[in-house]
């Protein structure tokens, strides 16, 4: 996608062939800096700390992390264990896991002589097939994008409402949620987009706004609360948000706050899309509520915010009493009930257990064994 109009990504091999370099998603909006990973330390500490972060992306550094570990050590003692850090750095996206059991199962086959150069070309082609699957997400978007403006019988302007980032910044490009906005966009469809803040980490306010913004996309940055207001009033037309984790009956588990829209939009009548490349399926657990582990990060991201100050200066600063008790629970799970669609890189199907399974047929008979 463009940044000063220029396409980028955001994940790459570095000119050296063998070290990745990454964009630095906790210093944006206000620096674009990027970084270079040498180490599986390295590596697990990016996904960890959030400076990659959006579950495809997350699966392509974890890979790429592994590239890094075999080039210390080929053993498979080395390639499980280096599968065990990176798959603690984040319990919630379900990418993680996929694309570290894709790499490791592959590795495996291969003898440790050939592994580094073989885990170099698997992690590319997941992040190839990430861009591709996101295109084709793009695609299907758009058009029922286009059927919601035609229902509005072409006048005004496409109101979408969107939770989080789930753009090109949460995947290798294009992104989930924001792509087929940006692909209605490129086509001269008039989409606005509502961009929820999305406390704690902000990630609607600082890396939804910076994309569409780089992009030339009509937005507002709204508080996480407004967005029922301005579906009462008529304001919203649809709502697409991403996910971290989809069960096999289309529950999804999405950023903090996702559930809440989602119930105002039902209530509402307005539609609830939720964007997402098969590898965030798990088709291991059904119930999203009870089987879908939440992350609990650190409370300094409810308890201390970093910004821009008057003056230039980028600083944090606390805006809760010292001693007050802070919880940060990083997602919910939003029922499949609440969800009109789920958009795949297949196409466009109800959230049930038979939707999802009419697009991918070949795990009929397979769900609840992974």
């Known amino acids: 996608m463009k940044v000063n109009g220029k396409g980028m990504r955001s994940i790459w091999l570095e000119p050296d062939g063998w070290s990745v370099g990454i964009?630095?998603?906790?210093?944006?909006?206000h620096a674009l800096v990027t970084t270079r990973l040498t180490t599986l330390a390295e590596a697990a500490a990016a996904i960890s700390t959030m400076q990659v972060r959006g579950a495809p992306l997350i699966g392509s550094a974890a890979a790429y992390g592994l590239c890094l570990a075999l080039r210390a050590d080929?053993?498979?003692?080395?390639?499980?264990?280096?599968?065990r850090i990176l798959a603690a750095t984040r319990p919630t996206a379900i990418n993680l896991r996929w694309a570290l059991e894709e790499m490791r199962d592959r590795l495996h086959a291969v003898p440790p002589a050939e592994r580094v150069s073989e885990a170099y070309r698997q992690a590319a082609a997941i992040c190839e097939a990430d861009v591709a699957t996101n295109r084709a997400i793009a695609e299907h978007g758009a058009t029922l994008l286009r059927e919601a403006w035609n229902r509005k019988g072409g006048q005004g302007r496409l109101n979408v409402?969107?939770?989080c980032n789930a753009g090109w910044l949460a995947t290798v490009d294009w992104g989930t949620a924001l792509a087929p906005i940006f692909k209605a966009h490129d086509a001269g469809l008039p989409v606005h987009v509502w961009v929820?803040?999305?406390?704690?980490?902000?990630?609607g306010a600082s890396l939804t706004a910076w994309e569409l913004l780089q992009h030339g996309v009509p937005h507002t940055v709204i508080v996480d609360n407004v967005g029922g207001h301005l579906m009462q009033h008529g304001e919203v037309d649809l709502c697409i948000t991403g996910t971290d984790r989809t069960t096999s009956r289309g529950d999804v588990a999405n950023k903090i706050g996702t559930y809440l829209k989602a119930l105002a939009a039902k209530d509402n009548g307005v539609a609830f899309y939720v964007a997402l490349p098969s590898s965030t399926i798990d088709w291991t657990i059904a119930d999203g509520v009870a089987e879908i582990p939440i992350e609990q990060r650190d409370g300094t991201e409810v308890s201390e915010i970093t910004g821009r100050l008057m003056n230039g200066e980028i600083a944090t600063v606390r805006i809760v009493p010292e001693g007050s008790a802070v919880a940060?629970?990083?997602f919910d799970v939003t029922p499949a009930?609440?969800?009109?669609?789920l958009i795949t890189e297949r196409g466009v199907c109800p959230a049930s257990s038979e939707g999802?399974?009419?697009?991918f047929p070949e795990r009929?008979?397979?769900e609840g064994r992974g």
């Open 23 to 29: 964009i630095d998603q906790t210093l944006l909006p």
């Open 74 to 83: 080929r053993s498979d003692a080395a390639l499980d264990d280096a599968c």
């Open 161 to 163: 409402l969107t939770h």
């Open 196 to 203: 929820d803040e999305t406390r704690p980490r902000n990630q």
């Open 328 to 330: 940060n629970y990083a």
């Open 337 to 341: 009930r609440l969800v009109t669609a």
């Open 356 to 359: 999802l399974l009419a697009l």
């Open 364 to 366: 009929r008979g397979n």
